[in-house]
C-alpha cells in the first residue's frame, strides 16, 4: 500500500483530519479521495505542499503512506431533476441508493451518484435556436413532481446565442439539451449542472421584504411572523421544541419548495418525515407534501466533518430552487450541532479557539450561512425567495452562549423555547416576551388586506400579555385576590390567550394547521371578550359573572373543537358571547 | 469496508520502547504502517499485556491509549506490538446468560465463546431510510411512566438520577415488569455497567435471578477498581452485542448502561491527558458526538424482527439537570425520567418527577388501537394541572395555604393525590395501563370539569364522571 515518496500520500491521521504531502499541485477545498477505499476530503490548507484534509468519512484504520489523489475540482452539488423527494447525507450521496447498495448500515467509501443518470425526464424547450440568452434563463421545463415544474436554466456564468435546442422529448440528465455560442466558444447544456457548496449562486439584486410566511403555527404568524426572505432562530434546551416547530413549519408553510436539513440529531426524527410526509397532503394543492421536499439527512452518529458540510449542500440546492423563481424554506436543525461540528475540526487543525473553543470564524460563518436568505429578483428577472430557519441548541438552555448570542445579530426574527412552558406542556412553548420578529412591519400590509384589525389585535395581544406579565410579580408576593377585578380581567383573558390561542399542538388534527382566517376569528373571540369584559367590569359587573358566562369555557376548547373549514361554528360561537355579553351589560347599564 | 482489515503482515513484530508515557498515553516513535484506532498490545517489565488504541498517528509517532493503566510501563523496557485491527469483540447469541469484564473477556469461570463472527465495537450508523420508526407501547407497570411517559420498544429513554436516588431499583422494577400489552415476547438484556461499585453490580445480578431473567442477560462489568479507561469500551462491547442479537437473532433486547457519568468522566480524563482545549465544566468538545455514537444505537431497522431500548442511567453531579452530562445526553436521548430528590424525601416511590420528565416517542405509540383512547389526552391534562400545583404551592408558600381561592385550594388536594395515588406505587406493584389511566381520572376529577380544558366534551363524558364515583368512593363518602 506504501506509494514512492513523492507520490501525494498520507503522512498524519488524527480522526477527521489528515495530513498529505506531494500535494504542490492541490488547489484549496480541491475533493481529494484518501486511501484503497477512495475516502472523500477536502483540503482545507496548504503550506508547500503539506495539505491538510477534512475526510468525510470514518479514517479508522488509514494509515500513513496511503495514496491521496486529486479529483481537480472543489465540493459540489449536482442540480437537476431528482433532488426533490429525495434524502441525502451531508455531501449530497442519496440514503436510498446507500440502502440498496449495502442494506440498513452506511459503510465507508459509499459510492452513489446523487442524481439518477438514466432516468429519462420529459424536456419541453420553451426557447429557440438563435435566441440570445442571458445567465440564469429558462430554456426548458421538465416535470419534476406534480408539484413542482422544473425549470432548466443557463448555468450562471453562461451568455450567448443558442445554436441548438433539444426538440421536447425524454432525455436523460447527461444529455445536452441546448448548445449556446458563447464568446469562449460553444457550450452545452445538459439537464442537469454542478455547483461548488461553499460559493452562494448570484442573484440579480435583493428584495425588500413583503410577504409573510405563512406557517399554519398562531403564535408565529400573529405575534412574531417570519417573512417570505427572512431569517429566524429557534433557540431552547433539550426538549423544548426545535425540532417539532420546524417539522411544522416545514409542512405547513406555504413556500414552494421545504429543504429540511438534520444536521447532527436523530436518525429517528428523519425516519418519521420520511414516513409522515408523503401521508400528509398540502393544504394548497392537496398533494402529498414530499412531492415538493429536499431532506438532507447527517444525524449526530455520522461522521463530524460531512456535518460541517451538510449546511451548505442544503443552502445551495435552495439556491438552485429559488434561482427558477421559487419561493424555498430551509430548516436547519440545529445550527449548534454544526458550530459543535466546526469546533471540533478546528481543535484538530489545531487552531487558536476563541469564546468557549469555538474558532474566531464561527460569527463571520454564521453570517455567512443566513447571508444566503432573501427575497431576490433572479438572473432571469424573477422573483425567488430563501427563508432560512435555524435551530439553536445552547449549552444548559442558556442563551448567553456564543452560538445563541452571535446568531441573534445575523437573523430578524427570534422564536425563543422555554423549558418552564415545555414543562408545564404548553406547546409551542416559545416565550412571548423574550421573542421578537423584526418583520411584524415588513408584512403589516400584507395582512392588513387580509385582515383589516391585525395589526391592532396583534398590538392588543401583546399588550394583554405584557401586563399580566406584571401583574404575575404581585401575584407571586400577595397572591391575586388583592387584586381588583379590571387586573384580574388581565389575569383572566392572558390565561384565555395561552389556553385558547397561544397552545397549538402539533398532534391536534384538527388544529395543527390554523390558516390565517382562524387565526383571526379565534383571535377577535377572545379580545372581544376582553374589550366588552372590560367596559362591563367599569360599569360595576363582577369579574365572576364574566367568567361564568356559559359561553366561556367554549372559547378555549374553540381551537380544537372547530377546524379550518367549520367557520360557521366559530362564528356561532362568537354570536353566542356576544348576546351573553350584551345581556349582561343590561344588567349593569344604569 | 475495505479498510478495516488490512493485508496481512508481521504482525509479530514488537516495536521497543516508548519516546512519552504520560497518564493514559503512550507515545511510541517509527512504528510502521500502523492505522488510525488501531490497537495494540503493550507490555511492560512485568510481562503484563494491556490493551491500547492508537489515537492519533503519523509517519514519526504513534499516541497510543493504554486501557489498563501505564502503571509500570517505562521509556526503555516498553514493547508495543500492533495488531492490525481495530476494538472488536466475538458476538454470539451463546453469551446470554454471561458476564464479561470492560473490555469483553469472560470473568464468569466459563470458556471465552466459539468466535463466530468478530465485530468492530464502534459499529456503524443506521442508515435514516432503513430505520423503522419505533410504535410499540412498552408497559412498564409504573404509571409515572406509562401514563405520562411511555416507553416505546426502540427507544432511548435516559433516567436522570441524583447520589443516593433509587434509580438501581427503578430501572431493575422495569426490567422486571416491562412487557408488550398484547405479545409475550420477553425481552433479552445487555447489561453495562461502567465504574459502578461492587454492591450495585451485585444489586442487578440479584435482581435478574431473582426475577429469573439471568439466562437473558449478557453483562459487561467495568466496576470502580478497574481502570478507568477501560469504560470508554464498555458501551461499546455492550452495544455491539446488543446490535447482534437484536438485528441478526431477531430478539428485542433493552439496554441497560450505568453510571454514564462515571463515562464521561473517563472521556475527560482522556482527552485531559492529550492537552485537548477543554469544553464545558473540563468535558471535551466533542462530548455530544461521542455520547451520539453511542445513544443512537437503539432502535428499529428494516428488514429485521428484532429492536434495542436503551435505558442508560446518569447520576447529575449536585442534581444538576444543566450539568453537560445529562444536558447533552437530553439533547441526542428521546426524552429523560428525571427523578426527584424532593419526591423521595416525602416518601414517593418511584420518584419521577412530574414536569422535566418526557418521552418523545409517546405521542406515535398511545391513545386508539396503542392503549386506550382516552390516553392522550389525560397524560396532557394531567402535566397541565400538575404545572399548576406547582405554581400553586409556590403561592401557598407565601401566602399560606388558608390565604388561598377555593380553586387553588382545589389544586393543591389534586396535587397531593397525584403523587400520593398515581406517582406512588410499591416496588412489587405491576400496574397495567388501563389501572394506570383509571386513577388518573380519578386523580382529575378532584378538579372542576371546566378546568380540565385540554380534553373533549366527549371524553369527559365518560371519563369524568367515572372519576368522580371513583374517588368519592375511594374515600367512602356517598356522592
Ligand atoms: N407544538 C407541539 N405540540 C405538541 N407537542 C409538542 C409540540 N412541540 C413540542 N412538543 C413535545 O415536546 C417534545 C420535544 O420536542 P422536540 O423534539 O421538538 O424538542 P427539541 O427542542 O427539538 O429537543 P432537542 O434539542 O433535544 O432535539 C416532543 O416530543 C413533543 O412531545
Ligand atoms: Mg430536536
Known amino acids: 500500500m506504501s506509494t514512492s515518496s513523492d507520490s501525494p500520500h498520507v503522512t498524519r491521521i488524527s480522526g477527521p483530519i489528515i495530513t498529505a ?41 488509514l494509515a500513513p503512506g496511503a495514496p491521496v489523489q486529486l479529483t481537480g475540482a472543489p465540493l459540489s452539488v449536482l442540480l437537476g431533476p431528482g433532488l426533490i423527494g429525495n434524502i441525502y447525507d451531508g455531501i449530497q450521496r442519496p440514503l436510498p441508493g446507500i440502502q440498496a447498495q449495502s442494506g440498513a448500515w452506511i459503510r465507508r467509501g459509499e459510492k452513489v451518484a446523487p442524481l439518477d443518470t438514466e432516468r429519462r425526464w420529459h424536456f419541453v424547450p420553451v426557447l429557440r435556436a438563435g435566441a440570445d440568452v442571458e445567465p440564469g434563463q429558462v430554456i426548458g421545463t421538465v416535470a419534476e413532481t406534480p408539484l413542482v415544474e422544473h425549470r432548466i436554466l443557463v448555468p450562471p456564468e453562461l451568455a450567448g446565442t443558442l445554436r441548438h435546442v433539444a426538440p421536447e422529448g425524454d432525455y436523460t440528465l447527461l444529455d445536452p439539451v441546448a448548445e449556446v455560442a458563447t464568446a469562449a466558444g460553444p457550450r452545452e447544456i445538459a439537464l442537469m449542472q454542478r455547483w461548488p457548496v461553499r460559493v452562494p449562486r448570484p442573484i440579480r439584486e435583493r428584495l425588500r421584504i413583503t410577504e409573510p410566511l405563512v406557517t399554519g403555527q398562531r403564535i408565529i404568524d400573529t405575534l412574531f411572523p417570519i417573512g417570505k426572505g427572512g431569517t429566524a432562530a429557534i433557540p431552547g434546551g433539550f426538549g423544548t421544541g426545535k425540532t417539532i416547530t420546524q417539522h411544522q413549519l416545514a409542512k405547513w408553510s406555504d413556500a414552494d419548495i421545504i429543504v429540511y436539513i438534520g444536521c447532527g440529531e436523530r436518525g429517528n426524527e428523519m425516519t418519521e418525515v420520511l414516513r409522515e410526509f408523503p401521508e400528509i397532503r398540502d393544504p394548497k394543492s392537496g398533494l402529498p407534501l414530499m412531492d415538493r421536499t429536499i431532506l438532507i439527512a447527517n444525524t449526530s452518529n455520522m461522521p463530524v466533518a460531512a456535518r460541517e458540510v451538510s449546511i451548505y449542500t442544503g443552502i445551495t440546492l435552495a439556491e438552485y430552487y429559488r434561482d427558477q423563481g421559487r419561493s424555498v424554506a430551509v430548516f436547519a436543525d440545529s445550527t449548534s450541532r454544526w458550530a459543535e461540528a466546526l469546533r471540533e475540526l478546528a481543535a484538530r487543525l489545531e487552531e487558536m479557539p476563541a469564546e468557549e473553543g469555538f474558532p474566531a470564524t464561527l460569527p463571520t460563518r454564521l453570517a455567512q450561512f443566513y447571508e444566503r436568505a432573501g427575497s431576490v429578483t433572479t438572473l432571469a428577472g424573477e422573483r425567488g425567495a430563501i427563508t432560512i430557519v435555524g435551530a439553536v441548541s445552547p449549552p444548559g438552555g442558556d442563551f448567553s452562549e456564543p452560538v445563541t448570542q452571535h446568531t441573534q445579530r445575523f437573523i430578524r426574527c427570534f422564536w425563543a423555547l422555554d423549558s418552564e412552558l415545555a414543562n408545564a406542556r404548553h406547546y409551542p412553548s416559545i416565550n412571548w416576551l423574550r421573542s421578537y420578529s423584526e418583520y411584524a412591519g415588513d408584512v403589516a400590509a400584507w395582512w392588513g388586506a387580509r385582515a383589516a384589525d391585525w395589526s391592532e389585535l396583534r398590538a392588543e395581544a401583546i399588550g394583554v400579555l405584557q401586563r399580566e406579565e406584571r401583574l404575575q410579580q404581585i401575584v407571586k408576593l400577595v397572591g391575586p385576590d388583592v387584586l381588583p377585578d379590571s387586573q384580574r380581567l388581565i389575569l383572566f383573558i392572558a390565561e384565555l390567550l395561552k389556553d385558547g390561542f397561544l397552545t397549538q399542538s402539533a398532534f391536534d388534527d384538527k388544529d395543527m394547521y390554523c390558516d390565517p382566517v382562524r387565526q383571526m376569528t379565534l383571535l377577535r373571540l377572545i379580545l372581544n371578550l376582553y374589550l366588552k369584559g372590560r367596559e362591563l367590569v367599569q360599569q360595576g359587573a363582577p369579574l365572576l359573572k364574566i367568567q361564568q358566562l356559559p359561553a366561556v369555557p367554549g372559547i378555549v376548547r374553540a381551537k380544537s373543537a372547530f377546524g379550518n373549514d367549520e367557520q360557521a361554528a366559530l362564528g356561532r360561537l362568537g354570536a353566542e358571547l356576544a348576546a351573553q355579553l350584551e345581556a349582561l351589560a343590561g344588567e349593569y347599564r344604569k | 469496508m475495505a479498510e478495516a482489515k488490512r493485508e496481512p503482515r508481521d504482525y509479530g513484530l514488537q516495536q521497543i520502547g516508548a519516546a512519552r508515557i504520560d497518564g493514559p498515553l503512550v507515545v511510541v516513535e517509527r512504528a510502521r504502517d500502523v492505522g488510525y484506532d488501531e490497537i495494540a498490545e503493550i507490555v511492560g517489565e512485568d510481562g503484563r499485556i494491556r490493551i491500547g488504541r492508537v489515537l492519533d498517528v503519523s509517519d514519526r509517532q504513534v499516541v497510543l491509549q493504554v486501557l489498563e493503566g501505564t502503571t509500570g ?16 469483540l466475538s458476538v454470539s447469541a451463546d453469551m446470554l446468560g454471561r458476564v464479561y469484564d470492560g473490555l469483553g473477556r469472560p470473568i464468569d469461570g466459563g470458556p471465552a465463546p466459539l468466535a463466530l463472527e468478530r465485530r468492530d465495537i464502534n459499529g456503524m450508523p443506521i442508515n435514516p431510510t432503513a430505520r423503522h420508526y419505533p410504535r410499540e407501547f412498552i408497559q412498564t407497570g409504573l404509571s409515572a411512566i406509562d401514563g405520562m411517559n411511555a416507553l416505546v420498544r426502540g427507544q432511548k429513554l435516559p433516567i436522570f438520577s441524583g447520589n443516593g436516588l433509587p434509580h438501581d431499583r427503578v430501572s431493575a422494577q422495569i426490567v422486571r415488569q416491562a412487557r408488550l400489552i398484547d405479545a409475550s415476547v420477553d425481552f433479552s438484556i445487555v447489561f453495562g455497567a461502567m465504574g459502578v461499585k461492587h454492591d450495585v453490580a451485585e444489586f442487578f445480578i440479584r435482581n435478574f435471578e431473582e426475577s429469573g431473567v439471568l439466562a437473558r442477560v449478557v453483562m459487561f462489568l467495568s466496576l470502580a477498581d478497574a481502570p478507568s479507561v477501560e469504560r470508554l469500551l464498555t458501551p461499546r462491547m455492550a452495544l455491539t452485542m446488543a446490535e447482534h442479537l437484536a438485528f441478526d437473532c431477531g430478539q428485542h433486547v433493552l439496554v441497560l448502561l450505568t453510571d454514564m457519568t462515571n463515562y464521561c468522566e473517563s472521556l475527560r480524563e482522556v482527552g485531559t491527558a492529550r492537552g485537548e482545549i477543554p469544553g464545558r465544566k473540563g468535558y471535551p468538545g466533542y462530548l455530544y458526538s461521542d455520547l451520539a455514537s453511542l445513544y443512537e444505537r437503539a432502535g428499529r431497522i428494516v428488514g429485521s424482527t428484532g429492536s434495542i431500548t436503551q435505558m442508560p442511567i446518569l447520576t447529575m453531579p449536585s442534581d444538576d439537570i444543566s450539568h453537560p452530562v445529562p444536558d447533552l445526553t437530553g439533547y441526542i436521548t428521546e426524552g429523560q425520567i428525571v427523578l426527584d430528590r424532593d419526591l423521595t424525601h416525602r416518601g414517593v416511590y418511584p420518584p419521577i418527577a412530574g414536569l422535566p420528565s418526557l418521552s418523545r416517542l409517546m405521542k406515535d405509540g398511545i391513545g386508539k388501537g396503542f392503549t386506550r383512547d382516552d390516553h392522550p389526552a389525560l397524560a396532557s391534562q394531567l402535566f397541565a394541572c400538575y404545572a399548576r400545583v406547582k405554581r400553586v404551592r409556590g403561592l401557598a408558600d407565601v401566602v399560606g395555604a388558608e390565604e388561598l381561592g377555593a380553586l387553588d385550594k382545589l389544586y393543591l388536594k389534586f396535587g397531593e393525590a397525584f403523587e400520593q395515588r398515581f406517582l406512588n406505587q410499591g416496588e412489587d406493584e405491576n400496574r397495567p395501563i388501563a389501572t394506570t389511566l383509571d386513577i388518573g381520572w380519578e386523580t382529575l376529577s378532584i378538579l372542576p370539569r371546566d378546568e380540565l380544558h385540554r380534553v373533549s366534551d366527549a371524553l369527559l363524558d365518560v371519563h369524568y364522571a367515572q372519576g368522580v364515583a371513583a374517588a368519592a368512593s375511594a374515600k367512602g363518602d356517598p356522592l
Not at chain 2, 73 to 88: P, V
Open chain 1, 21 to 61: 504531502s506531494g500535494l504542490a499541485a492541490a488547489q484549496m477545498y480541491e475533493v481529494v479521495r484518501v486511501g484503497a477505499s477512495g475516502l472523500i476530503g477536502e483540503v482545507v490548507k496548504l503550506n508547500h505542499g503539506q495539505a491538510t484534509i477534512q475526510v468525510y468519512e470514518d479514517t479508522t484504520l
Open chain 2, 73 to 88: 510501563l517505562s521509556n526503555r523496557a516498553t514493547r508495543t506490538r500492533f495488531l492490525g485491527e481495530n476494538f472488536r
